[in-house]
């Protein structure tokens, strides 16, 4: 069963413009990951944020946390066309420290 | 550094044919996971395994078996395809116990098999 939900399914910019990504859960976690895969590729970890922090940043990259609704956002700021790809959310939670549950995805599509 | 390693990347099999997907990492990682990616399904977990001689059935392991003979080394078997074993497949590994909670995972670049 799916413990992280994205949404929106699909998403569609300009270059320029800021794209952001959400992520529902269910289950109480240890830490919220966030991935990238562009077209044919594996994934990319992106990001990682632990249940006791409510904001990171990586560069372009800025994820919020908020345990008691259960969700994440991922926002992208100033897209680019090589940001084209499929961003998916994995939970790991307190049963198992090893094993992550990942999202269904948005696809994110930056126009030039 | 080549990471993670998936061979092959593209194979068609014909129903009931037998194969093995081998995943190779270079990182000394404890933990290794095969999951499968279908269409509108993101990903599930069919097996992982945490250390040499190790094996444990994830979310979606019926019609596979796995082996982990060697550390670096996780083989993904396939005993008798079935067209809904159609798939890309993807090997992952992440660093062992007392590196802290669910580690971020490496993955590979995927095995694209199709069964007829």
């Known amino acids: 069963s799916q413990q992280g939900e994205e949404d929106p399914q699909a998403l569609s910019i300009q270059e320029g413009e800021n794209a952001t990504m959400n992520c529902s859960y269910k289950?109480?976690?240890?830490?919220l990951q966030w991935y990238r895969q562009n077209s044919g590729r594996g994934l990319v970890h992106l990001i990682l944020?632990?249940?006791?922090?409510r904001e990171k940043h990586s560069g372009r990259l800025r994820v919020t946390l908020d345990t008691s609704k259960k969700s994440s956002s991922l926002l992208i700021t100033a897209s680019r066309a090589a940001d084209t790809a499929s961003y998916f959310c994995?939970?790991?939670?307190?049963?198992?420290?090893?094993?992550?549950?990942f999202g269904k995805g948005t696809l994110l599509t930056v126009n030039p | 550094n080549a990471g993670v390693t998936q061979t092959p990347k593209f194979r068609v099999l014909k129903t009931g044919q037998s194969m093995t997907l081998l995943c190779a990492q270079d990182?000394?990682?404890?933990?290794m996971y095969w999951y499968r990616q279908d269409p509108g399904m993101g990903l599930r977990l069919i097996h992982y395994?945490?250390?040499?001689?190790?094996?444990a059935k994830g979310e979606v392991p019926d019609g596979y078996n796995v082996s982990r003979l060697k550390k670096q080394n996780f083989l993904l078997g396939l005993e008798s395809a079935a067209p809904s074993q159609t798939s890309v497949y993807f090997c992952?590994?992440?660093?062992?116990?007392?590196?802290?909670?669910?580690?971020?995972?490496?993955f590979g670049d995927g095995t694209r098999l199709s069964i007829l």
């Open positions: 990182m000394n990682h404890e933990y």
């Open positions: 289950t109480s976690i240890n830490n």
């Open positions: 992952a590994s992440t660093r062992g116990p007392g590196t802290g909670d669910n580690q971020p995972q490496h």
């Open positions: 994995a939970t790991g939670s307190g049963g198992s420290n090893y094993k992550l549950t």
């Open positions: 395994s945490v250390g040499e001689g190790t094996t």
């Open positions: 944020i632990r249940s006791n922090e």
